[in-house]
């Protein structure tokens, strides 16, 4: 099984350093350096021409795309965008590289100095560092699978080359995999509000790469680094550096050197393994690209591409706790993505009382859905369902019981709550005359809690409210028997 947390024991003697390096594929329509489509899942190298090939001739375009959507991640994750950066060539060979380099930035990246909020474990609030935010273009893929002859052949796919990315480098910040999971998953919700990607991991458009090393407490000089490649899922990050801190302190412990080298990650075993040393990685011989001028961002580039900033998910929460009186944890499950949160803020506003929007979405709906094991988007009944209802509850035409049943039976229809409503449309005794004529049941039944009232104990009302909707099985109109009970107990 994989290890989940570092063992306490050791991290009262040793104190891990952890820095990630995410790339995220930019949604752009076309690719970075020329027109092709930047489209996931297309036939293989149909989206290729002579420039994202490396042809001899062809000549990279920058797409203004591209450095809009690096830019606004950019100021997402408060970085300083420079406003002179330099294109540079990332020397190396592979199969996957048809031009033999990449085009990336090195020491003119075209942001710096940023920062994401995490959760800390003391409960306030830590702040991560970010290096760095450049710009590059992916690789191809080989694919080493999934062919008759794959055991003797690698069949490539091009389409991914010079699809737009950002590489997000971390300062060596992070000091449990916890806060790696966490600034991780800060990180993909930022980007995700932003629009510029869509995260997804099992499609390669989200990667990250760890690196890690272990020192004594209270040591400065740090230690011996190894990279973690190839995991595909936060929870795989968070296990691999469990695993790696345990082993480099074992290393450590039993009289080893912890060596630099590149680790990959197997999730059926749990454990890392030694894919080569870092010694014996290339040299990239950066050299600025001939081929395109510096990058400008001038400030009105800058102003505009602010003014395209949404309210980012840490912001918009504070904002909806006070505005819907909601729980910190209620204000995570309404803003989980931008898409959800804003279709609730825009049904809420129609709705007489927002705050029950809110209530009635996150108990009745969350907890209906939680039951059947299916998320917030997948409920039957809409954000104007659920507006309805609560508008119909507000303005006392169903009682809360009766709100209940009907979504019971939307979900169990799979029916908006509109559509149940308007053939269900709940019995009720708006009658004034039979309404009392329970009332006066009641009051008879219960001389105590009459004089109980009549002293002073006013909240005893609801009591005879309640008696009057069971006897009625909850048809009886709330607003009208609320109204009678006061009238006939002052009476
Ligand atoms: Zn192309």
């Known amino acids: 099984m994989p290890a989940v947390a570092v063992a306490p024991e050791i991290l009262t003697k040793y104190e891990p350093v952890i820095g990630l390096e995410v790339h995220v594929q930019l949604l752009t329509a076309t690719k970075a350096f020329c027109g092709c489509a930047n489209r996931f899942g297309a036939e293989p190298n149909t989206n290729i021409c002579p420039t994202c090939l490396g042809l001899p001739g062809a000549l990279p375009v920058l797409n203004e795309k591209a450095v809009e959507f690096a830019a606004l991640a950019a100021l997402a994750l408060n970085c300083e965008v420079r406003e002179r950066s330099i294109f540079a060539r990332k020397n190396y060979f592979y199969p996957d590289l048809p031009k033999g380099y990449q085009i990336s930035q090195y020491d003119k990246p075209l942001a710096e100095h940023g920062w994401i909020e995490v959760p800390a474990a003391n409960g306030e609030k830590k702040r991560i560092g970010i290096t760095r935010q450049h710009m590059e273009e992916d690789a191809g893929k080989s694919l080493h699978e999934g062919f008759s002859d794959s055991a003797a052949r690698t069949y490539l796919d091009l389409n991914r080359c010079g699809t737009p990315l950002v590489e997000i480098v971390s300062e060596p910040d992070i000091r449990t995999p916890d806060e790696a999971f966490e600034y991780l998953t800060r990180l993909k919700e930022i980007l995700l509000y932003t629009g510029v990607s869509d995260c997804n991991m099992e499609e390669g458009s989200l990667r990250c790469d760890a690196n890690v090393s272990v020192r004594r407490k209270g040591e400065e000089r740090l230690g011996t680094k190894a990279e973690v490649k190839n995991v595909n899922s936060f929870k795989f990050i968070r296990a691999a ?151 119909l509850l507000d303005e006392g035409k169903i009682s809360s019981k009766q709100m209940k049943q009907l979504l019971d039976e939307s979900f169990e229809r799979g029916e908006d709550f509109g559509a149940v409503y308007e053939r269900e449309k709940p019995q009720q005794i708006t009658d004034a005359l039979a309404i009392e004529k329970l009332i006066d049941e009641v009051i008879a039944a219960n001389p105590r809690q009459v004089e109980q009232y009549r002293a002073g104990k006013t909240t005893l009302a609801g009591f005879f409210v309640g008696q009057v909707m069971r006897a009625t099985k909850g048809q009886a109109n709330p607003a009208l028997l609320n109204e009678l009970v006061t009238k006939k107990l002052n009476g």
């Open 241 to 391: 550096l469990a695993y790696e801190i345990e082993r480099q302190v074992e290393v450590i412990e039993s009289g080893g050197r912890v060596l630099q080298e590149t680790r990959l990650w197997n999730a059926d075993e749990g454990r890392t393994y030694s894919m080569r040393s870092k010694e014996q990685a290339h040299d990239y011989r950066y050299f600025p690209e001939p081929d395109l001028p510096p990058l400008i961002v001038t400030g009105e580039f800058l102003s505009e591409t602010r003014k395209k900033l949404p309210e980012l998910p840490e912001t918009r929460r504070r904002r909806m706790i006070a505005e819907y009186d909601l729980s910190e944890r209620d204000a995570h499950t309404l803003t989980a993505s931008r898409e959800f949160a804003d279709s609730f803020e825009a049904a809420a506003k129609t709705a007489r009382n927002p705050r029950r929007v809110a209530n009635v979405l996150l108990s009745e709906i969350g907890g209906r859905l939680k039951a059947l094991g299916l998320e917030l988007d997948q409920s039957p009944v809409t954000m104007a369902g659920i507006v309805l209802a609560t508008d």
